[in-house]
């Protein structure tokens, strides 16, 4: 259900025209580069993620793991100043627990504001989210040893930066990193870094590593991932 909505919306938007950002060859991570691919990456599990694109403007998102316990789905727009992203999707907590989010936010490219990046290509991101948690807690050590489930909502918003460097024609460093807040006092952060190697522009593979965390848990992850671009 939650595809057919979106797709519809997608469907039902107004046609934007591509700007010459958009025609440019992009790197595989660049995150405004709206294409047709499919992907698989491995950390502690399989998962499978992919995009289609639907114009040279719009595009659809997903991502799941193999038994669909955390996933995402969203839609994204290619605009003259950069991109607008929106999304569902649910992660779980080293710990246990899980967390349930909704997003809207964008991927600004820092050279569109005339600023000399030299090799680097660096994008300011922020948004609006919703989160609602799932959490466990202890009970009173008097009363009983057993886990208890406790939820949690909060609305905020949040900013950071995505970055790439070309190190040769085949490999490239990246790294990301970001903070955010929200009603309650709720507070997250998150960061981390990988490489790309790209076979040719269809084939690339990365190597990566991040980790979240904030007021009811922590991710923390090192994967690889292959993608394939159709073109």
Same mark, same amino acid.
């Given at each position: 259900?939650?595809?057919?909505?979106?797709?519809?919306?997608?469907?039902?938007?107004?046609?934007?025209?591509?700007?010459?950002?958009?025609?440019?060859?992009?790197?595989?991570?660049?995150?405004?580069?709206?294409?047709?691919?499919?992907?698989?990456?491995?950390?502690? =599990?399989?998962?499978?993620?992919?995009?289609?694109?639907?114009?040279?403007?719009?595009?659809?998102?997903?991502?799941?793991?193999?038994?669909?316990?955390?996933?995402?789905?969203?839609?994204?727009?290619?605009?003259?100043?950069?991109?607008?992203?929106?999304?569902?999707?649910?992660? =779980?907590?080293?710990?246990?627990?899980?967390?349930?989010?909704?997003?809207?936010?964008?991927?600004?490219?820092?050279?569109?504001?005339?600023?000399? %990046?030299?090799?680097?290509?660096?994008?300011?991101?922020?948004?609006?989210?919703?989160?609602?948690?799932?959490?466990?807690?202890?009970?009173?050590?008097?009363?009983?040893?057993?886990? %208890?489930?406790?939820?949690?909502?909060?609305?905020?918003?949040?900013?950071?930066?995505?970055?790439?460097?070309?190190?040769t024609d085949k490999w490239t460093f990246m790294t990301f990193g970001g903070g955010g807040m929200g009603s309650g006092g709720y507070r997250n952060a998150w960061g981390g870094?990988?490489?790309?190697?790209?076979?040719?522009?269809?084939?690339?593979?990365?190597?990566?590593?991040?980790?979240?965390?904030?007021?009811?848990?922590?991710?923390?992850?090192?994967?690889?991932?292959?993608?394939?671009?159709?073109k």
């Amino acid at each position: 259900m939650k595809k057919l909505i979106i797709s519809a919306v997608l469907l039902a938007s107004a046609n934007f025209a591509a700007n010459a950002y958009a025609e440019e060859e992009k790197h595989p991570d660049d995150p405004t580069k709206v294409i047709t691919k499919l992907g698989f990456n491995y950390t502690d =599990e399989v998962a499978i993620s992919g995009s289609l694109a639907l114009d040279e403007a719009r595009k659809i998102n997903v991502r799941t793991n193999t038994d669909a316990s955390e996933w995402r789905i969203g839609g994204s727009w290619l605009f003259d100043f950069g991109i607008l992203n929106f999304s569902l999707n649910r992660s =779980e907590y080293d710990d246990g627990g899980n967390k349930n989010s909704y997003s809207v936010g964008t991927f600004l490219p820092i050279n569109k504001l005339g600023v000399d %990046t030299g090799k680097w290509q660096i994008f300011a991101t922020g948004g609006f989210n919703h989160n609602k948690t799932e959490t466990f807690q202890e009970t009173e050590p008097e009363l009983t040893s057993e886990m %208890t489930m406790i939820q949690n909502a909060s609305n905020g918003g949040y900013l950071g930066a995505f970055a790439l460097r070309p190190i040769t024609d085949k490999w490239t460093f990246m790294t990301f990193g970001g903070g955010g807040m929200g009603s309650g006092g709720y507070r997250n952060a998150w960061g981390g870094a990988g490489t790309t190697y790209k076979f040719n522009n269809q084939h690339s593979m990365n190597v990566f590593g991040f980790v979240s965390d904030d007021d009811y848990g922590t991710v923390s992850k090192v994967g690889v991932s292959y993608t394939y671009e159709f073109k």
